[in-house]
Structures are given as C-alpha cells and as structure tokens.
C-alpha cells in the first residue's frame, strides 16, 4: 500500500513523446526538481515527432536527466520512497525507455513502482502550484495529442465531459504552421506571428456539433485554412493576419465550449493544462471569459504546461494515496 504524508519523496520520470523529464516531488506539491531535456531540434527538420528518433534520444538522455533531477533537489536516492513513470499513453518504444528505468531504479532502491497514466498527469499539472484546490475543477487539456475537457471531481475521480472528435488543437496548430512553412511545432511560432495580425482579416469555421454541444472538431478548420491558401497569390504577403484568424477560430472555440460547458456542469474553477496552454492570447481569452462568468481560472506554472516528469510524480503522490503499488510486471 503506498502511504503518503507531507515527507513523502517520489521520482517521476516522462518520455511519452519528445521530452525526456525527472522531478523530483516532496508531499502535496513540492518540486524539488524539474529537469526536462526536449528532443524538438532533432525532429523539427521532419515537421513531426519521429518514434524511433525519439527513442533512440530518450535511451542517450534518461540517465544524465534523472542524475540532474536527483543533484537539484538536494536529495539523494536514499531518500526516494516511490518512482512513477508514464505507462501510456504515448510512443511504445519511448515510453518503454522510461518504465523501464523507473522499475529499475524501484527494484535497486527496493522501494514501489507506480504506473501513470499521462492524461491524468497533465490535469494535475494545474496543481503543481497549489494542490489546495476546492473540487470539482473543469480541466481543460489541450497537447498535440488531446484535446479533452474534464471533470477533475476529486484525487483519482474523473469524467469526460468532452473531446475532439478528430485532431488535437495542438495537432491543427503544428499541421497550420507547416501549411505557413514555420518551422515546427507550430504552436508558438504560430502565436509569436498572429501578434502582429487581425484575428478578423479571414472568417475561418467554429464547428458547432449539434448532438454533443462540448466536442471539438479542428479538421474542417485546417481545411479551411488550406483552401483560403489556395485562393492567395503571395500567402506570405498575409502570414500575421492568416496566423491571427486560425489562432482566434481554435481559442474562440476551446474558450466558448468550456465556459458553456462549465455554466452547464455548475463549475467555477477551471484548470488549463496541455502544451496549448502556453498560448499567452488563449490563456487571457479564457480568463477574461470566465471572470465574465463568475469562475476563476486555477493558473498551471508556465514551465509545467508541456510535458514534465513533476506533474507525474505529483499525479502518483495525490492519486495513488492508499492503492497498492503497481507490479514490475505491468507493461506500458
Ligand atoms: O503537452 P505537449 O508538450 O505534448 C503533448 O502533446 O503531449 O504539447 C505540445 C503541443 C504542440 O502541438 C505545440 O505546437 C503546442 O503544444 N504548443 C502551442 C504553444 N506552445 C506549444 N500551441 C499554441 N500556442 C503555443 N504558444
């Protein structure tokens, strides 16, 4: 059983994607640690993550990476009373690099393993600054993988209230900046363009799904994009301006959905989590709306918003409470 009181030490290892990460936390919320060494460079000239690239990166990483986690944090191993790692989901051979690290380290310290689960990591990543929170809390998950909205009703207890129903908005971004020629990920650059642009020079689509009111669906969308492409002679010429209105469609609806989804469910705290979450123009959007609206927005680090080991180490401190370590024998 693992028991866990404010002195509780757990390793978190990631590398689910493109980010080999280890943290240290202590207790409820405290990093000790947070080192993450991001593979970006070596698959940006692909426009994409490349799984056996990513693999390969993870195997030369992991063990400077948690040799820094366990340095900064002033601790050393013999004071570590659980590893966690991402089990899934994510590349298999990545995380495969990183389970089985964890499950070494647990074995040579004789001390648990516990499987996380990454989707439920990056909701408590909103928690990393403060675990105090009063439940239930709306989070809204936005990565390059997912795109989800749910309903965080305590440690361990959660429901989908919605997701998309076909790319992440993290993926429309990355596949919108590769349409523009910006190198990847297109998130940030996409932002750091649509600064200078009119989010209304170009009228591109919201979906509205008539029988699920809080599913997203960003594939009409890129689409759009393509064909406004198609039709100008120098797209160049309106890069800021193509940038601004993709980014204003994708926030608008994200901002829009939760808001209704959160008057609709009775929630007042929402949470932004996800490598999206970075974008400074969704964040104020979101904020600003739910001010409006009476709720308040729980703010996630800005470090912590991308993939990071501390939110699986603080997802395994706070949702693992009493339940049995996993087995060395579970897989990813
Ligand atoms: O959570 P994350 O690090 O990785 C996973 O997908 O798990 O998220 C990466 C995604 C990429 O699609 C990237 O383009 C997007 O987050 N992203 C952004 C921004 N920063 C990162 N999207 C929009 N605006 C940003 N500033």
Do not use: W
């Not at 940030?188 to 649509?194: D, T």
């Not at 989590?273 to 974008?279: D, L, T």
């Amino acid at each position: 059983m693992i028991r866990v009181d404010e002195a509780t030490v757990v390793l978190g290892i990631e590398s689910s994607c493109d980010e080999t990460a280890a943290a240290v936390v202590m207790g409820g919320n405290d990093v000790l640690s947070s080192v993450v060494a991001t593979q970006i460079e070596q698959h940006a000239r692909f426009g994409g993550v490349v799984p056996e690239i990513a693999s390969r990166a993870h195997v030369e990483a992991m063990t400077p990476v948690i040799r820094k986690a366990i340095q900064d944090s002033g601790v050393g191993f013999e004071r570590i009373d659980a590893v966690a790692a991402t089990v899934g989901p994510g590349l298999v051979g990545a995380l495969l690099v990183g389970v089985s690290t964890a499950k070494s380290i647990a074995l040579a310290l004789n001390k648990p393993f516990i499987g996380v689960n990454h989707l439920e990591a990056h909701l408590y990543a909103a928690l990393l600054d403060d675990p105090h929170v009063e439940f239930p809390m709306l989070v809204v998950l936005v990565s390059g993988g997912n795109t989800l909205l749910v309903n965080m009703e305590s440690h361990g207890k959660y429901s989908i209230v919605g997701q998309t129903i076909d790319d992440a908005a993290g993926e429309a971004f990355d596949k919108v900046g590769r349409m523009l020629k910006l190198p990847y990920p297109g998130g940030p650059e996409i932002e750091k363009h649509a600064r200078e642009g009119n989010p209304k020079s170009f009228i591109f689509p919201r979906a509205h799904l008539k029988d699920a009111p809080f599913d997203f669906s960003f594939s009409g969308l890129k689409t759009a994009v393509l064909y406004q492409l198609q039709k100008l002679d120098d797209p160049q010429a309106h890069l800021a301006d193509l940038c601004a209105s993709f980014q204003d469609a994708v926030i608008d609806a994200l901002v829009k959905k939760t808001i209704k989804a959160a008057l609709q469910t009775g929630h007042t705290l929402i949470a932004l989590s996800g490598g999206v979450a970075c974008n400074r123009a969704l964040q104020e959007a979101l904020t600003c709306a739910a001010q409006n609206a009476g709720m308040k927005v729980q703010p996630t680090p800005p470090a912590l918003t991308t993939d990071n080991a501390g939110m699986i180490a603080l997802a395994a401190l706070l949702a693992s409470e009493n339940r049995p370590s996993d087995s060395l024998e579970i897989g990813i």
